[in-house]
């Protein structure tokens, strides 16, 4: 599976945004989606998944409350809708897919990344 991520830009603090990811091939609906980020400097870190079906989301702590993740099978694609942007929110962030992604925290297939600046 191919991914391509889009949606990134620059915002002020307590803005919102969201990211999309559309993915290539007829399969989407059988892998789990995830968004994780890179801040400069830092190590890459996850933000949220989904179930393949949807229904099921896991969030980071620091996004729990301001971000939600969803998908459109019948788009192959999946979202972050991110509200209330924080400048530690800044980062690139990246969408990823896997068969067990969910419950194994691990996702074999990543897109390229797309940067959100949030300013102060």
């Known amino acids: 599976v191919q991914l391509q991520a889009s949606g990134g830009g620059l915002v002020q603090a307590g803005g919102s945004l969201r990211l999309s990811c559309a993915a290539s091939?007829?399969?989407?609906?059988?892998?789990?989606m995830g968004w994780f980020r890179q801040a400069p400097g830092k190590e890459r870190e996850f933000v949220a998944s989904i179930r393949s079906s949807g229904g099921r989301e896991n969030y980071a702590d620091s996004v729990k409350g301001r971000f939600t993740i969803s998908r459109d099978n019948a788009k192959n694609t999946v979202y972050l809708q991110m509200n209330s942007l924080k400048p530690e929110d800044t980062a690139v962030y990246y969408c990823?897919?896997?068969?067990?992604?969910?419950?194994?925290?691990?996702?074999?297939?990543w897109g390229q990344g797309t940067q959100v600046t949030v300013s102060s």
């Open positions: 091939g007829r399969t989407f609906s059988s892998y789990d």
């Open positions: 990823a897919a896997d068969l067990r992604g969910w419950r194994t925290g691990e996702f074999d297939y």
